[in-house]
């Protein structure tokens, strides 16, 4: 037991030196005892403590040869610390300074990478996810043969996905507002930029059924216009539907609108 409490209180005394130690170098050190503390930090996986060090490393070096390495480790720490923000800017950064690095093709995707990461954590935000797939698509142009191609057309079918299901959201919301003209509009244009959707079907119903009740909601003379309209959304409905409940309720739809004809008709 006294052993133990011994070995522990050994392992206090190393931990509270080393943090002494470290407190010093950022307060005192110089430039190059900073920077070998720095690598040494960084290849122990200890990315926090080697940034603190990096910040101070960093503007000392510009210019210098040692630029190029600084500027890369202190990169890939935020990226390793999950800070996609800081890593995509100092990434897209390092790309620009350092065309001809060994490290660009890495740099570049990891960039992108980070703007995706970023993408991924917002559920309104678009911006990111198209400069996600803009930076992923001038990879896949400028490096067809890399190592991160693979990974890089599953980011950008994952980017895709992720728009294609935004924009059936939002014209959904519309239809489940009661908002019948924008929802059309909406499915119209999902339908047009999406035409092998995985959401087709429930596309062309609420499409259907938003064409309906706006027709039925509508002014006396704009009914017949709109139930014609809605005759139509059916018939491309009922010749690409799969899922048959959704047909079945389309089915319903369209009898309804041919009574609505009927009667005005008589």
């Known amino acids: 037991m006294q052993m133990k409490k011994g070995i522990l209180l050994i392992s206090i005394l190393l931990f509270c030196a080393s943090c002494s130690d470290y407190q010093q170098l950022l307060r005192n050190g110089n430039t190059s005892e900073q920077f070998k503390a720095a690598e040494k930090l960084y290849k122990e996986g200890k990315y926090k403590k080697a940034l603190g060090l990096?910040?101070?490393?960093?503007?000392?070096?510009r210019g210098k040869p040692q630029a190029e390495r600084v500027s890369y480790y202190e990169a890939n720490s935020y990226y390793a610390l999950g800070d996609f923000y800081i890593s995509s800017y100092k990434f897209d950064r390092f790309a620009k300074a350092y065309p001809k690095s060994d490290k660009v093709e890495e740099a570049r995707f990891k960039a992108a990478r980070s703007t995706a990461e970023l993408a991924n954590r917002s559920s309104l935000e678009q911006?990111?996810?198209?400069?996600?797939?803009?930076k992923f698509q001038a990879f896949i142009n400028d490096y067809p043969k890399s190592i991160y191609l693979a990974k890089s057309n599953e980011y950008t079918q994952d980017l895709n996905g992720r728009l294609e299901k935004?924009?059936?959201?939002?014209?959904?919301?519309?239809?489940?507002?009661?908002?019948?003209?924008?929802?059309?509009a909406s499915f119209d244009n999902y339908l047009l930029d999406y035409p092998g959707s995985k959401y087709m079907d429930e596309a062309l119903y609420y499409r259907l059924e938003s064409a309906y009740e706006l027709a039925i909601n509508s002014f006396d003379n704009l009914i017949p216009e709109r139930l014609q309209e809605a005759t139509e959304f059916y018939e491309l409905f009922e010749s690409r539907i799969r899922d048959e409940k959704l047909k079945e309720k389309g089915a319903k739809i369209f009898s309804n609108i041919q009574q609505y004809q009927n009667n005005i008709n008589l």
């Open 127 to 134: 911006k990111d996810t198209y400069t996600a797939l803009e």
């Open 54 to 61: 990096y910040e101070l490393v960093v503007p000392a070096y």
């Open 166 to 184: 935004k924009f059936y959201d939002i014209a959904k919301r519309y239809h489940h507002r009661e908002l019948y003209k924008p929802a059309i």
